[in-house]
C-alpha cells in the first residue's frame, strides 16, 4: 500500500516543465515591481504591491494569500484535481504561497513566494526539505495539473536548490502577464 507522503526520486529533467523554465528575479521586479523589503523571515508586501494580492481564499483544499492570477490558477488547478484524483486533493497540505523574504540560498535575491507567486505543498506530517533529491509521491501526482497550468516544479533546480515541495509561476507565464 503505498501512501501520498511516501518519498520517491524525482523524475528525469525530460519528463517535467516542457517549455516552462524557473521565473528569473529581474522578469519578476521587471513584470510585477518590488514586492517589499528584502528580509529574512517572512514580511508584508509594500502598499503597491498589495493590491496585486488576494488574501485568504479558499482554492479548495486550503485557503491561500498570492498574487490574484496564480491564486486564480490554483483554483483551476484544485478543480481538476478535485475531480481526477480525490485523494490527493483531500489530504494535500500548503507550507505558504505569499511570503516576502530572500532566498534560503542565496540572502540577496528575493524567493518568488515574495510576489505570491509560488507555493510549497505536502503531504503527511512534514515538507521535504530544500536540498533532497526525492519527492513525495503526492507531490509527483500533482506536477503535470502544475505544469500544464504554466506553474514550473523546483524539483528541476539543480544541487542543493532542489526544491520538490515547490511550485512557482514560470518565467514564460510571468512574462505573459506583462503583455
Ligand atoms: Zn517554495
Given amino acids: 500500500m503505498s501512501n501520498l507522503n511516501d518519498l520517491i526520486p524525482i523524475p528525469s529533467k525530460d519528463v517535467m516543465n516542457r517549455g516552462l523554465s524557473a521565473a528569473k528575479e529581474s522578469t519578476m521586479l521587471r513584470i510585477l515591481g518590488k514586492p517589499g523589503v528584502l528580509s529574512k523571515d517572512c514580511s508584508n508586501p509594500g502598499r503597491t504591491y498589495a ?38 486533493f483531500s489530504t494535500v497540505k500548503t507550507g505558504g504561497v505569499l511570503c516576502v523574504r530572500s532566498r534560503r540560498s542565496n540572502p540577496s535575491r528575493f524567493s518568488n513566494h515574495s510576489w505570491g507567486t509560488a507555493i510549497d505543498l505536502y503531504f503527511g506530517g512534514g515538507v521535504v526539505r530544500q536540498g533532497l533529491n526525492q519527492t513525495q509521491r503526492g507531490v509527483y501526482q500533482l506536477f503535470p495539473y502544475f505544469n500544464n497550468h504554466g506553474w514550473y516544479w523546483g524539483a528541476e533546480f539543480s544541487g542543493d536548490s532542489v526544491d520538490s515541495m515547490h511550485f512557482e509561476l514560470a518565467e514564460e507565464t510571468i512574462l505573459k502577464l506583462g503583455q
Wanted: hydrophobic share 40%.
Fill in 51 to 88: 493590491k496585486l494580492v488576494k488574501y485568504g481564499v479558499d482554492v479548495g483544499p486550503f485557503k491561500v494569500s498570492g498574487h490574484s492570477y496564480a491564486v486564480e490558477s490554483l483554483l483551476l488547478i484544485f478543480q481538476q484535481v478535485k475531480q481526477e484524483q480525490p485523494d490527493v
